[in-house]
């Protein structure tokens, strides 16, 4: 005999169930962010007290490095275990010079940072582009066309300058090819075999890195960066780009910008079993802050929306200018 109620479709309030309350609807949630899956890019200059806004990416500094201190106490009190240095050289060249050079901006901030404070992870961002007075991410030839093997050494000797000023993970983001490989030969013979690599690995040429290459003044001044990074159409690409840097090494991989690639995060999860990085970039952070101060979106609602996502999708780490404000609201 069935009942009565059976003659109602099966589905009837099924879905409806468990989101009664807050506590069942917790219980319930398949993804969890917390402070302890994000890394923070900082911004690192020359000068002394500087603590200058960046005024396309509100929030953000560019900071000297009296102020790391104070900024690496502020992220250890929120549990983010990890920043992203980005360098601000005193002087662009035609090679990057400051990019390689011991007493760097970044390869003194890491010192810095490393005094201060022993347990923050602290990731290095390698590309020429900050530091050449052209911007782009490498040599240039005399035809005007980024010399991909003549960069490679550069690179390698770059690392090796982090991880003598004692940085945690090395992150090559210039996308020259066979960079994985020319940065791991040089860190094993350097005695630095157990230094790992976090190769930006899908990174598209993305409009969204406008407000990154105001903050490190490295917007290119010919052409455009369509050479040497992904076509955003390109989707079985970006799983060949991810499968030569674990080919050549890589110890992490990361797809860029995450926001607009949330199916290649996805399908990057299922295909390969390293640890897998987003870049919530500098664009995707300037559009909500915009619309945020126009009265247009709840800003809390919607960031803790977008880093769920990008998590959900399949990252493990979330690099983010969001991260301070996310880890307070998560609490
Ligand atoms: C350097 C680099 C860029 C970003 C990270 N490393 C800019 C670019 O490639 O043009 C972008 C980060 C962001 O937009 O937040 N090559």
New binding site residues.
């Given amino acids: 005999m069935t009942s009565p109620t059976r003659t109602l479709p099966l589905s009837f309030r099924r879905f409806r169930r468990l989101r009664r309350s807050e506590a069942l609807r917790a219980l319930v949630r398949e993804t969890r962010l917390s402070p302890g899956d994000f890394v923070y890019?900082l911004f690192v200059t020359h000068g002394h007290g500087v603590r200058e806004e960046i005024s396309s990416m509100p929030g953000q500094y560019h900071l000297s490095l009296d102020q790391l201190a104070r900024e690496a106490e502020e992220l250890r009190s929120l549990g983010i275990p990890a920043v992203l240095l980005?360098g601000l050289p005193a002087e662009k060249d035609e090679v990057g010079s400051e990019a390689y050079d011991r007493d760097g901006i970044v390869q003194r901030a890491v010192r810095v940072l490393k005094e201060e404070s022993p347990g923050l992870v602290v990731f290095t961002?390698m590309?020429l582009?900050?530091y050449t007075w052209h911007g782009d991410?490498g040599l240039v030839t005399v035809s005007g066309e980024v010399d991909n093997d003549a960069t490679l050494p550069l690179l390698a000797r770059t690392a090796v300058s982090h991880v003598a000023a004692g940085a945690d993970i090395v992150a090559p983001?210039?996308?020259m090819d066979g960079r994985v490989a020319a940065i791991r030969s040089a860190l094993d013979d350097g005695g630095s075999g157990s230094t790992p690599i976090m190769a930006?690995a899908a990174?598209q040429?993305?409009a969204?890195?406008?407000?990154?290459?105001e903050?490190?003044e490295?917007?290119?001044q010919f052409g455009d960066?369509r050479g040497y990074?992904m076509d955003a159409a390109n989707s079985r690409e970006a799983m060949r780009e991810i499968e030569a840097d674990i080919e050549e090494g890589a110890d992490i991989v990361m797809v860029?910008?995450a926001l607009p690639n949330l199916d290649l995060i996805a399908r990057a999860r299922e295909r390969f079993d390293l640890p897998l990085a987003a870049?919530?970039?500098?664009?995707?952070?300037a559009m909500v802050k915009a619309a945020a101060a126009a009265g247009f979106l709840d800003e809390r609602l919607v960031t803790l929306e977008i880093l769920t996502a990008i998590k959900r999708a399949g990252a493990d780490i979330i690099?983010t200018?969001h991260a301070k404000e996310a880890a307070r609201w998560l609490v």
């Fill in positions: 890019p980005f961002d590309c582009c900050e991410c983001s210039d996308m930006y990174k040429a993305s969204f890195y406008g407000p990154f290459r903050a490190a490295s917007a290119p960066r990074q860029k910008p870049y919530n970039v500098s664009g995707e952070y690099i200018y």
